[in-house]
């Protein structure tokens, strides 16, 4: 099963995301082996959204006894919400023998939910980088997910504005619009035309189209704004003018002597626990949302190095300005 903490609900609270698709054969994998993963994330209040459609294997009922069982009190009293995502038959028996079993306050936490649609509704969507097998069960009742208006919009804009302004505290109001927007319309220039488009990134674009793009953004008027119709040159340059312009970049002055300690001469797994442990643990919540999901698209560009010539040495030195 695919276990993610993706970010915040819009009240603050971590999310744990579960991928039932993704679940193991019971007969050769430890299902025990989640209940300790999970520990560490349930010290304080938290939300669970369960993507339950799809899945090939299930725990077994003793399983399930057992492991409940094994729940410490914080499991129970700390969980608020639980959303259901394409509930099962077998999904809706289980959770209404846990209704039954455990307390009627159980039912007050559960939600049951039909669509990606309606998911988003109820929590920020966009900060879940969700397997494809989920949006393509999702076909089977909707032919599109529509997002809400993003919160953000309330406070129209969107440069020159610190990060926890337009997220939120720890992200809870989503990724800043104008990220999400240029991200998604090159992750699709991605399925088509394998982000092959020679020097992204590093290419320069019209400034009266920027500056156009920008007062939209900026002044709450992106839906008038289709970025598709834009060339990719464009959209990235947009992208990366929003973090060259955060008041505080996301690497802060204070990880400088940190990056250039970076033990490049050392094993590529010394170098990934490097960063991870030195890098990104301490950084605000809110800007390692954005890292990791920024990062997600700048990894697909460099693995079509080949078309594009962005290799991650390339993807570097451009990028670099805008997030130190």
């Not at 999901?293 to 300005?321: C, D, E, K, R």
């Amino acid at each position: 099963m695919t276990t993610t903490t993706p970010g915040a609900d819009y009240e603050g609270r971590p999310m744990l995301i579960f991928c039932a698709c993704h679940l193991p054969d019971p007969q050769t994998a430890d299902y025990d082996v989640l209940l300790e993963y999970l520990d560490q994330f349930v010290e304080n209040d938290y939300t669970v959204v369960l993507f339950s459609g799809g899945a090939r294997f299930r725990p077994g009922w003793s399983w399930l006894f057992r492991a409940y069982n094994q729940l410490g009190r914080k499991y129970k009293k700390n969980l608020k919400r639980l959303y259901v995502v394409h509930p099962s038959i077998w999904v809706r028996l289980l959770m209404d023998m846990m209704k039954a079993v455990i307390s009627p306050k159980f039912a007050r936490k559960l939600t049951y939910v039909s669509t990606l649609s309606g998911l988003a509704t109820e929590i920020p969507l966009r900060q879940i980088e969700l397997p494809p097998a989920v949006y393509q069960y999702n076909l089977k009742y909707e032919s599109s997910v529509t997002y809400p208006p993003a919160r953000s919009i309330k406070q129209p804009c969107m440069f020159k504005r610190p990060l926890d302004e337009i997220m939120g505290e720890d992200g809870a109001h989503g990724y800043p619009l104008v990220v999400v927007e240029c991200v998604e319309v090159l992750r699709k220039y991605g399925r088509w035309m394998s982000l092959n488009h020679e020097g992204i990134f590093r290419k320069s674009a019209s400034s009266g189209d920027l500056k156009q793009l920008r007062a939209a953004f900026d002044n709450g008027k992106c839906d008038l704004v289709d970025l598709e119709t834009q060339d990719s040159s464009t959209i990235a340059v947009l992208l990366k003018l929003f973090f060259h312009e955060l008041p505080v970049p996301l690497f802060s002055t204070s990880t400088y002597e940190a990056i250039r300690q970076l033990p490049v001469s050392q094993e590529l797994d010394v170098q990934i626990r490097y960063v991870q442990q030195t890098l990104l643990a301490p950084m605000p919540r809110t800007a390692f949302l954005l890292v990791r999901y920024v990062f997600g698209l700048l990894y697909q560009v460099a693995q079509n190095a080949h078309f594009n010539l962005m290799t991650s040495h390339n993807l570097a030195i451009v990028w670099a300005p805008n997030l130190v």
